[in-house]
């Protein structure tokens, strides 16, 4: 391991900006839980899902924690498997908010479940051929080995476990999003999913969420530690988050331009990108424009790519947009009707044939923050009790942030 | 043995009471309660194991609405059965039919996404999926007459629309029906392969709706005066 020289601490602030982060973090916690006893109580019909639309709102807060989980661990394997030496002193960091953002999003996906009680049901009982199977020995994997690769990181003794177990995680977390990914590729009988692409595109996504997420949250922390921040990795940053979102829009076009082509999708294609519903405006305002467009012209047009205050404004922006475009994906192929009687008009009492709404409740709402909640109490005590930080990224060749 | 239903369009008229009588039965089997959300209120709902459709075929004065019921169709090649995390979800080998454990169900939903006729339901106050089971609580219970041994939903057809059946057996009622009449699956491009199947309706002519018959000649007569008149 590279990064020998650097020197890690605990966090040794103890004021109100800690201690405010810490408490609000406990209080979405706090929501969170308030909501799972309530929904517990009362059962899942005072959500705002139904038949039609089975997953909602703290599904699309799970998958986007888990995908992001995933793409934050990046940082760390840029280090470790391109052997990238700026990298590597955030390796510790990536790890503790891989962790973080994954059991953030598996506590709304279990508390969500009709049955949570019976998770350890899904802890012994596998079926192989169930992607949604193979994702939780994924999502278990990828808790022990990123584990085991920050104690490898922090730990002399296991020191020559760093490369190996970081080669691991980094192609574990690979099939960890293409499985994610593939929960909708595999899904034949709606016309929004059933794609291959749809496991590279989940990985780009979290290359791009994942990286916007470290930029924001690495930031906040050594700002808030009062502690160097390096200029030039921040540059490199800056230039691997547009390349990372340019392969979204790829592969995003790609997909729905293989759609659109199709006979059989291109009627949900029209429903998502034609202004036919609510998830276009989602689509073309909140994702394209605003969750890609102005971020790309944040990072690469010469007025602004410069300026700190631009690099975090484009990754806020792309954190917000890969939400919207999860929700689109999520909310907006459920809502698209079932085909059952091709090139016929179809009418019943149950919203057969129709355009299924969907309206989150505050409940929900609760549920998806209080997974936010579990990330951000674990990050700021994860900093505080064990030495994740770098007390300085400074080099010599750039002017760095004080 | 493979267990199943052939429904036949031509006669089921959507008075849904096999939809009622399969909610009445099963609320108190096997997979019971079939909760109802909000029964008394402005927007009642609830769980369903067999629900009717209805569709537009032709134009008119050529069309016809034709009454769908759709229910679990106890896939041979069950998608619901492979998504399923847990194994809760599984295929009977001794007749096919597609049932839910419902010890072992977690309620991910993951099920009713995978099934391309929406027959399964999460059941929002037991947070387990629920669908039909084809009566199996009914139809081996041998304190039963021989003639009561049959899913709730075909007693109960005032058409007599229903049939229940096994499908291996080539002299079965339901293998005749399917051999005589056309039965067909829904949706068999999927390739999952529906046991269940639908008879389709018979094609019909048109029934005029404007008095053809032959004028007599008294009102030939009257007609032609009042045309007359009328100038």
């Known amino acids: 391991m590279s990064n020998k020289a650097i020197v890690y601490s605990e966090v040794q602030q103890s004021g109100w900006g800690y201690y405010g982060v810490l408490m609000a973090g406990m209080a979405l916690v706090g929501l969170g839980l308030i909501a799972f006893f309530y929904l517990e109580h009362t059962g899942h019909y005072v959500t705002g899902m139904n038949n039609q639309i089975v997953w909602g709102l703290p599904h699309v807060f799970a998958i986007f924690l888990i995908v992001a989980a995933s793409g934050i661990l990046n940082i760390g394997s840029i280090g470790t498997v391109f052997n990238n030496k700026a990298y590597q002193p955030l390796g510790r960091l990536s790890g503790l908010l891989a962790i973080s953002c994954l059991i953030g999003g598996l506590m709304v996906l279990v508390l969500d479940l009709g049955r949570p009680d019976r998770l350890i049901i899904a802890m012994t009982h596998y079926n192989f051929k169930s992607i949604f199977a193979w994702n939780i020995i994924l999502y278990n994997g990828f808790l022990a080995l990123v584990g085991l690769y920050v104690w490898a990181m922090m730990d002399h003794k296991i020191q020559y476990l760093y490369k190996p177990v970081g080669f691991a995680a980094f192609f574990w977390r690979l099939v960890l999003t293409a499985g994610t990914g593939s929960i909708f590729g595999f899904l034949v009988a709606r016309e929004a999913y059933d794609s291959a692409i749809f496991a590279p595109l989940f990985i780009l996504i979290s290359f791009a969420l994942g990286l916007a997420l470290f930029i924001l949250i690495s930031y906040v922390l050594f700002t808030g530690a009062q502690r160097v921040l390096s200029k030039d990795l921040l540059k490199r940053k800056r230039y691997l988050l547009a390349l990372f979102m340019g392969a979204v829009l790829f592969f995003e076009a790609i997909f729905h331009i293989t759609a659109l082509y199709a006979a059989e999708h291109s009627h949900f294609e029209q429903f998502i990108l034609s202004g036919a519903s609510g998830y276009s405006l989602w689509f073309w305002l909140g994702h394209i424009v605003l969750g890609s467009i102005v971020p790309l012209c944040l990072l690469l047009l010469p007025w602004w790519r410069e300026q700190v205050s631009s690099l975090l404004g484009a990754a806020a922006l792309v954190v917000m947009g890969s939400f919207i475009q999860l929700y689109v994906i999520i909310i907006g192929g459920q809502a698209y009707p079932l085909t059952l009687f091709p090139n016929a008009t179809v009418e019943s009492s149950f919203f057969d044939g129709v355009i299924h709404t969907y309206t989150p409740t505050v409940w929900e709402l609760m549920l998806g923050v209080g997974g936010v909640g579990v990330t951000l109490v674990m990050i700021m005590i994860g900093v505080k009790v064990l030495r994740f930080l770098p007390v300085s990224l400074a080099t010599a060749a750039s002017g760095d942030i004080e | ?231």
């Open chain 2, 1 to 231: 043995m493979k267990l199943g239903l052939v429904v036949d369009l031509d006669v089921c008229v959507g008075c849904h009471a096999c939809a009622v009588s399969c909610k009445q039965w099963n609320t108190s089997g096997m997979s019971g309660a079939l909760t109802d959300y909000n029964p008394y209120g402005e927007d009642p709902s609830g769980v369903w194991f067999n629900r009717v459709r209805s569709y537009e075929v032709g134009d008119y004065p050529q069309n016809k609405t034709i009454n769908f019921p759709m229910s679990c169709m106890h896939c041979e090649q069950a998608d619901c059965v492979d998504v399923c995390p847990t194994g809760a979800s599984y295929k009977r080998v001794e007749d096919g039919i597609v049932l839910i454990d419902q010890d072992k169900c977690m309620g991910c939903n993951y099920c009713s996404w995978a099934c391309p006729y929406g027959a399964r339901e999460l059941d929002r106050s037991t947070g387990t999926m629920k669908k039909c089971t084809l009566c199996l609580d009914r139809i081996y219970d041998e304190r039963l007459e021989e003639v009561d041994r049959q899913p709730s939903c075909v007693i109960t057809c005032p058409a007599h629309a229903r049939h229940f059946g096994d499908f291996d057996d080539p002299d079965s009622n339901v293998s005749q029906l399917v051999r005589e009449r056309g039965g067909y699956q829904l949706m068999p491009e999927l390739g999952y392969s529906p046991t269940n199947r639908y008879l389709p309706p018979r094609v019909t002519r048109l029934i005029p709706t404007e008095d053809v018959s032959k004028k007599s000649l008294i009102s030939s007569v009257k007609e032609w005066v009042n045309k007359m008149v009328e100038r």
